[in-house]
T-cell receptor, first 116, second 112 residues
């Protein structure tokens, strides 16, 4: 009965490679997010989608491209990986952006990306 | 954008003592004030939240207090236990399609 799931859990890759992370939620939420958590534990939002539409796009290199095929899935593709991309990437969902409880974030388990 | 700061950044307490973490924000339109707990190697999870029409909320050993005038809210943990050791984040929010800005995090260590 996993609520928000991500794959893979660990990702070790060489600089310059392209990789994807997948996220799925079975909570029926309308809004999904990608966050990056660096080695100092800062949690920074990257993207937010509401019902498959991009609503937040922070200052993120265009090597990062999110894609939401439907409101239960949000994937993240990263081109030409760099050393500085090493971090934990969390997917999250919330019931309804703008709704009375729309702000609570439900996080996935995270994907630990290490670029060598 | 919203500036969100937490103090202290690290906190060590003896088991059984109380811990208080403060979150200061800049957006006066903020109306939702949650606290998340992230254990080592795990995902952040909501532990308590409060809305701007309430000044204080309590749930067993944890409580959140809000001072909207001064733009800060605090997490209070009483009778701390080793399992309270984690990083705690605040994430004040103003609603709608605004982005959620997480605080800088506070690492709490409870010493047995």
């Amino acid at each position: 009965d996993t609520a928000v799931s991500q794959t893979p859990k660990y990702l070790v890759t060489q600089m310059g490679n392209d990789k994807s992370i997948k996220c799925e939620q079975n909570l029926g939420h309308d809004t999904m997010y990608w966050y990056k958590q660096d080695s100092k534990k800062f949690l920074k939002i990257m993207f937010s989608y509401n019902n498959k539409e991009l609503i937040i796009n922070e200052t993120v290199p265009n090597r990062f491209s999110p894609k939401s095929p439907d409101k239960a899935h949000l994937n993240l593709h990263i081109n030409s990986l760099e050393l500085g991309d090493s971090a934990v990437y969390f997917c999250a969902s919330s019931p309804l952006a703008g709704g009375p409880s729309g702000e609570t974030q439900y996080f996935g388990p995270g994907t630990r990306l290490l670029v060598l | 954008g919203e500036n969100v700061e937490q103090h202290p950044s690290t906190l060590s307490v003896q088991e059984g003592d109380s811990a208080v973490i403060k979150c200061t924000y800049s957006d006066s339109a903020s109306n939702y004030f949650p606290w998340y707990k992230q254990e080592l190697g795990k995902r952040p999870q909501l532990i308590i939240d409060i809305r701007s029409n309430v000044g204080e909320k309590k749930d067993q050993r944890i409580a959140v207090t809000l001072n909207k005038t001064a733009k800060h809210f605090s997490l209070h943990i009483t009778e701390t236990q080793p399992e309270d050791s984690a990083v705690y984040f605040c994430a004040p929010f103003s609603g709608g399609y605004q982005k959620v800005t997480f605080g800088t995090g506070t690492k709490l260590q409870v010493i047995p």
